[in-house]
């Protein structure tokens, strides 16, 4: 069973999968940093100057201050910081629409590419070997229609 593990691994590995899925990481990674720019840069300054000049990342909602008693130990603040959470809100909402956007764009390719008929794009060897099989049975199906009507 252990080799059994192994070898299947060793499948998974070659096949590329994980070389997918470290670019995957890696991109995922750098569009993280471009993301959180575009929020914490371009997004929230007009947002905040258009509410008054609210930093969001810094509201919060305190459910008990903090206080400093002397001889005593100071008892930290209490509260909920709901400001960044509308911070990772936007984030996700940007993240959300990019990755719409870019699996709408490879599906249309891919629709028009696996459109035998569509001459502009290059239709891939599958997709041709598919539609000349349905051509022959077509014909085939037509010429023992033929036959059968014949035999009547």
Wanted: glycine letters at 6%; aromatic letters at 6%; zero cysteines.
């Amino acid at each position: 069973m252990k080799f059994k593990l192994i070898e299947e691994f060793k499948e998974f590995a070659v096949k590329g999968n994980m070389i997918d899925i470290a670019v995957g990481v890696i991109i995922g990674a750098a569009f993280n940093k471009v993301v959180n720019t575009l929020v914490k840069e371009i997004l929230m300054p007009p947002l905040s100057m258009m509410t008054n000049g609210t930093i969001w990342e810094n509201k919060k909602l305190v459910l008990r201050d903090a206080v400093d008693v002397e001889g005593a130990p100071k008892v930290e603040e209490v509260a909920i910081g709901y400001g960044k959470l509308i911070e990772a809100g936007v984030d996700f909402l940007i993240i959300a629409l990019t990755v719409f956007l870019i699996v709408k764009a490879m599906n249309t390719v891919k629709k028009k590419a696996d459109d035998p008929k569509n001459v502009t794009v290059a239709t891939p060897k599958n997709i041709e070997l598919m539609n000349k099989t349905n051509e022959l049975l077509e014909k085939q199906n037509e010429f023992l229609r033929k036959v059968l009507e014949e035999r009547g």
